[in-house]
């Protein structure tokens, strides 16, 4: 058998290989081109909350706590959009924060965006943590390593909890584990 390459120089790449890399280099394309900025939407902005007039009967809008961030909370002023999810059936990501730190399972706690806020100083500010009452005073576990989904209604409220001022309160009417959709 004979060898394709010679010392010192290399051949020109086959007919397939040039293929290949030209469909590397398309895929990469296709791929980063949603991913990169778009002039009319700016760098990396989250689409609106879907209106609840929109949202069928029964359902619930996901909200993330970027759009809770919408909450003033030295002013008490919300964003025309956080406005709209008050009173209204919201699905919001989060961790447990126990209102007691011995509690196991329980009807009343903190949900907060990430996982050890509220067990060290300082506490996150009000618009990132909500207090929440389940639905018939329901115990659910409790579980602090545990990310959950909370569906239940929104309300835009200031509420004085052991690890300060938060700034909603959400009636859960469930709970369930994080998906990420």
């Not at 002039?39 to 809008?61: C, D, K």
């Not at 005073?137 to 239940?152: P, R, S, T």
Request: net charge neutral.
């Amino acid at each position: 058998m004979t060898s394709s390459r010679t010392t010192g120089s290399r051949s020109a790449p086959s007919a397939s290989r040039r293929l290949l890399v030209a469909g590397v280099i398309a895929g990469a394309l296709a791929v980063a081109a949603p991913c990169a900025p778009d002039a009319t939407l700016g760098a990396q902005q989250r689409p609106a909350a879907v209106p609840p007039s929109a949202m069928p009967a029964g359902a619930f809008a996901s909200v993330d706590w970027r759009l809770l961030a919408g909450l003033d909370y030295e002013t008490g002023k919300s964003t025309d959009t956080l406005k709209k999810l008050d009173g209204q059936h919201v699905r919001v990501p989060g961790f447990i924060v126990p209102l007691d730190d011995a509690d196991q399972e329980g009807a009343e706690f903190l949900l907060v965006p990430y996982y050890g806020a509220c067990v060290h100083t300082p506490p996150p500010p009000p618009n990132q943590m909500a207090f929440v009452r389940m639905v018939g005073n329901k115990a659910v576990k409790l579980g602090l390593f545990d990310a959950i989904w909370l569906e239940g209604t929104l309300r835009i409220t200031n509420y004085d909890s052991p690890y300060g001022q938060v700034g909603f309160t959400i009636e859960g009417i469930s709970m369930k584990p994080y998906t990420g959709r």
